[in-house]
């Protein structure tokens, strides 16, 4: 540390730290909410970067943007607005597994928040690197002179900013490594400065860091490309049946019919959609693959993080399904005035001369040429058991943790953190208590609890799956479900209140004054008895989680209960019984005995 750093005068309620997608709804929510805001990032011209697929949305993707749109978030809206193809997907199933995807203009996306981000009152937006969190115990003595804040921090420029409260958002950037073969570089994207400091200023102030890996595929020319020798894949093109289409992500539209005013139309409606195309790979692809593995980072043990399962390279693909005669690649744009396509499935950190022979063994890619080659990126992050559910750090008060930087892949997942890590971050700068999101109310409620009472040893993604709950926590009624929420905290405006409200009770009442109300009428009388048995599952899930744990219950006292049980309950600590029961390594048996004894410690209190 510098022996004579600056201090910015500015003293700031909440400062956010990185400019991704977690970041940006961090920012958004506490400056909207009245706190004196501090976005810092690395470099200005990479604001709410697409770094994979420039998409947004799909199965359960789609739910946590409606959410986060629901409880006055961003990200719904500026998808809408720049949107290249819009798709519902899985419309032969049922709506509790149907889901919207838009392929996203990578470039106007990115403009778009940013001006968002310095019109914002209330919002500062600065570029430097985070190097330090500083606690004030160690605060240079002139800096600890002046009026004393929560935390500080300090910037590779050696400029220390007081705040109340710091939310971290880095992705992929702490500590960041990418390979390509065995070429390998410090970056937390290509081209990009890792943060080296940050990384190991969070371990110094007592978090505990893992290490996790991701990848992204090549950047291909558009120009070498035969899409005649691909299979078409469209959007859902307007005036479908008779209504308009396709729907859109944001609430905000839907409610100017209610009286919502201030929004004019959604502009890229009237833009032209652009067609996606199908391609696959082939036993010639997987033989050259195969026989360069030698060359794959991922194989010689180059690579130490863990990879997501959910979403792995084309070796791993190749490698663990040798069966497999093909895998799907999706040739997707990443915007208007761009030649740049993404090969949405094949992820790779093989060379670069190793992708762009097996490229060109599948249909439509005999001739391509690569603009910017795949690469595996490693990065340090922070295991999500050191968190609140309101994800403040349980250790260091005021420190809160969004994105993936919790464990998570996806920009849907990172923006649901930033929103919930940002509103809390305002809450408690106001002295009011956190916003807490159960499993039972919203997709965005099963991550954080996941995160929390799950062990994160790779990537983690939402999956319908995942949420037990998912018929009552579809896309269609995320605004049913969280409005009321996002008005509560104050993120969510009068006027989109009561046209909220008028939805509502048209709902209620049975009025069919609109397709979307029309809709959740028709949901809810088809599967009445299926949500009537999800009901029932929720009041007993309420139940759990009601049972409270007194804070500081001594587990190593219980008997009856496995070793290893006690050792997890002891480190998570969890408020509840509910969350307990999902800790992994906690079983019915030992919650069963937990419960015996927390009943012997109510009736000792009550004596």
């Known amino acids: ?33 009245g706190c004196q805001t501090l976005l810092l990032t690395i470099n200005l011209d990479t604001i709410a970067f697409m770094s994979c697929n420039p998409a947004v949305g799909g199965p359960a993707k789609s739910q946590l943007v409606r959410e986060v749109d629901a409880l006055g978030g961003q990200m719904g809206i500026a998808t809408d607005m720049t949107f290249l193809q819009m798709k519902m997907l899985n419309t032969t199933k049922g709506p509790a597994v149907q889901s919207l995807r838009a392929q996203s203009d990578r470039k106007e996306y990115h403009r778009l928040m940013k001006r968002l ?49 710091i939310v971290v958002t880095t992705g992929t950037f702490l500590n960041g490594i990418i390979h390509t073969g065995m070429k390998h570089q410090e970056a937390g994207r290509a081209g990009e400065f890792p943060a080296k400091g940050l990384s190991e200023s969070l371990k110094k102030i007592g978090l505990r860091l893992g290490r996790l890996k991701t990848g992204t595929p090549a950047r291909l020319n558009k120009r070498s490309i035969d899409f005649s020798k691909m299979t078409p894949q469209p959007g859902d093109e307007p005036c479908l049946a008779g209504r308009q289409a396709p729907k859109m992500f944001s609430f905000i539209w839907e ?68 069966d497999k005669t093909s895998h799907q690649c999706f040739i997707e744009p990443c915007g208007r005035d761009t030649n740049e396509m993404y090969a949405q499935g094949l992820n790779t950190s093989l060379p670069e001369d190793v992708q762009l022979e097996f490229l060109r063994t599948m249909n439509g890619l005999e001739n391509v040429e690569i603009l ?40 849907e997942e990172a923006a649901a953190q930033g929103i919930v890590a940002g509103i809390n971050a305002a809450l408690k700068v106001k002295g009011r ?37 998912r018929l009552l926590l579809r896309q269609d009624n995320a605004d049913l479900r969280l409005t009321e929420k996002g008005h509560q905290v104050g993120l969510v405006s009068s006027e989109r209140y009561q046209a909220f409200l008028k939805k509502k009770e048209a709902v209620e009442n049975g009025d069919l004054i609109s397709p979307e109300v029309e809709e959740q009428i028709f949901i809810q009388k088809k599967y009445d008895g299926y949500i009537k048995r999800q009901l029932l599952q929720v009041e007993k899930f309420k139940r759990m989680e009601n049972h409270r744990i007194p804070e500081g219950f001594e587990y190593q006292d219980l008997h009856g209960i496995s070793k ?16 307990a029961s999902r800790i992994a390594g906690v079983s019915p048996a030992d919650i069963g005995v ?13 004596r």
């Open 255 to 322: 409610y100017q019919q209610y009286g919502l005013s201030g929004v004019s139309g959604n502009p890229a409606i009237r833009l032209p959609m652009v067609t996606c195309h199908l391609t696959h790979t082939n036993e010639k692809t997987h033989e050259i693959i195969r026989a360069n593995l030698d060359r794959s980072p991922l194989f010689s043990g180059k690579i130490k993080g863990v990879g997501p399962r959910y979403c792995p390279s084309i070796e791993d693909k190749v490698t663990r399904f040798p």
């Open 433 to 469: 208590e956190p916003m807490i999101l159960r499993r039972d109310e919203c997709y965005i409620g099963t991550l954080i609890d996941d995160l929390i009472t799950k062990e994160i040893d790779e990537p983690y993604r939402m999956l319908t799956s995942r949420s037990e709950y």
């Open 564 to 579: 290893e049980a006690i050792a997890k309950l002891d480190y998570h600590r969890p408020p509840s019984v509910g969350q």
């Open 117 to 165: 981000l310095e019109e914002q009152e209330n919002l500062d937006l600065k570029q430097d690197m985070v190097e330090e969190i500083v606690l004030p115990d160690v605060w240079p003595r002139h800096v600890a002179a002046q009026p004393a804040p929560l935390l500080a921090i300090r910037t590779s420029l050696d400029t220390f900013y007081h705040t109340k409260t």
């Open 1 to 33: 540390m510098s022996t004579n750093p600056a201090v910015y005068p500015k003293q700031y309620d909440v400062i956010v730290v990185g400019a991704g997608h977690a970041g940006i709804e961090a920012a958004l929510a506490a400056a909207r909410m």
């Open 594 to 606: 937990l419960l015996v004894y927390l009943e012997a410690h109510r009736r000792t209190m009550v």
């Open 372 to 411: 910017r080659p795949g690469y595996a990126v490693e990065y340090d992050f922070v295991p999500s058991s050191q968190l609140k559910y309101s994800l403040e750090t349980k250790n260091i008060e005021g420190l809160f943790c969004a994105g993936q930087i919790n464990g998570t892949s996806g920009y």
